[in-house]
């Protein structure tokens, strides 16, 4: 009777999701500027309803009772994952759940408004108000359950994950990538010496590039009756498993910029899509934590869709869409030295294979010390500022556009999410190597535009798992090994040279 209980709430608790899904990426992509007040409060009304059936007294009972029967297997793993969520959960009043989510949708808004023109001196009022909110969560968790503040932030995205665990692995990659960089350029610069970089031969039609990203996601497996592609100021991938909603911006001068961001919300697409169906209402049938999530997104950007073999097959697949005078004069080579320029820049989501952990780290480090109150709003610009010049030689003393305004996360209120994206990107390495292990002629399949067998060993090593696992768990299953730096090193040293 208790399971019965939980499963039926477990079914409410999921369509709750699901509106609030679908509510947040519509807000995000075609909502009118007008709606935004409403639609803020809709979200944060329904978000503190769903926090409020979650967390009823009764549930702990209910856990109890249905952990005291007889269940199988599978259930038994749905109940002892939702007694983690429930726990995580109960700490946290409906109250508090509403106001942090109206502080967040508010500042997102004003974010948007405001990121084209850098206003900094009125957007850090809104982020402050954000900030004092994380640190009031990450207070209120760190009290229920013992983990230090920031650590407990983390626990929302990467169960498990500790600080104690990321800053090591941090630092070693830190410096190798600070010491690595210069020679990978300097590599590059011999190479487009002799052989210069070609100009792409654009503009490029939005409507072609759209068509082009939709061909692409088709044949990686993408599917269409459950999932659609839009555009959003920054690329996402949100919905639900059966409405799964990916975004990318587009550059009218540049269709790889757009075609990247595609291929790698494509794989974040696979993974929701490639979940269990069966009794997908319940949480152990969902993804495992956003460090996961991200090795299946860079796994189909960095790993497949920067490789030559992808390019044998892909290249024919752009002068269908955008027009066979798109590539006039080029070969493989000439767009593998676009996809793969290594070159420092001011923003994440554009950035190159070794660059962009840099960006993840200075992230990392800047929120970790927000939380803890080592620093405060008002540092933030000073601070990054500090840090792109260190790892990247780059100044944004006064460019907070393409500064701490660029990327969407903090006014989110996402404070633990950014480690994720490194994290993914070692996994992804892992995976690949423990993928070409099992299936030696995936590069000939990937060369002829055949990604199903390499679909069938994503799906049985990692997304028919959904949450059964924990993180590091999964790996040791899936790879032999838990979570290290050394495949993505010696990823990076093949492709870029040591």
Known sequence: ?????????????????????????????????????????????????????????????????????????????????????????????????????????????????????????????????VVDMARQEAKIRSDATGLLPYDALIEQYDPGTRMAHI????????????????????????????????TLNGPFEIKHQRALGMAAMKQLGFDFSHGRLDTSHHPFCGGVPSDVRITTRYEKDNFLSALMGILHETGHAQYEQGLSKKNSHWPHNKARGMGLHESQSLFVEMQISRSPMFWDWAFALVSEHLGKNVLEGFDVEDVLAHVNLVKPGFIRVDA??????????????????????????????????????????????????????????????LFGYFPSYTLGALMAAQQWEAMIKALPKAPEQIRSGNFSSINEWRSKNIWQHGSRLSTPELMKQACGQELNPDAFIRHLKTRYGS
Not at 180 to 192: D, G, S
Not at 370 to 385: C, F, K, N, R, Y
């Open 1 to 129: 009777m208790s399971y019965k209980k939980l499963d039926k709430l477990n079914l409410t608790l999921d369509a709750y999701s699901h509106a609030l899904a679908i509510l947040g990426v519509d807000e995000a992509t075609i909502m009118p500027e007008g709606g935004g007040n409403a639609r803020s409060n809709a979200i944060s009304t329904l978000a503190a309803i769903s926090h409020e059936n979650a967390t009823s007294p009764e549930i702990s009972n209910w856990i109890k009772e249905a952990q005291d029967s007889s269940l199988s297997e599978d259930k038994a793993a749905g109940v002892n994952e939702f007694k983690r969520l429930y726990e995580q959960n109960i700490c946290l009043s409906a109250d508090f759940v509403g106001k942090k989510t109206q502080a967040a949708m508010n500042c997102e808004q004003l974010w948007r408004r405001l990121r084209p023109t850098g206003d900094w001196k009125a957007f850090a009022p809104a982020l402050k108000e």
């Open 167 to 198: 800053d090591p692995v941090f630092s070693t990659l830190k410096e190798f990538l600070k010491d690595f960089l210069p020679k990978a350029l300097q590599k590059q610069e011999i190479r487009h010496r002799k052989t210069p970089i070609k």
């Open 352 to 413: 190159d294979e070794i660059t962009y952990p840099l960006h993840v780290i200075l992230r990392y480090e800047l929120e970790r010390d927000l939380i803890s109150g080592q620093i405060e709003v008002e540092d933030i610009p000073t601070a990054w500022h500090e840090k792109m010049v260190e790892y990247l030689g780059l100044d944004t003393k006064d460019n907070m556009k393409d500064g701490p305004m660029q990327d969407v996360h903090w006014p989110a209120g």
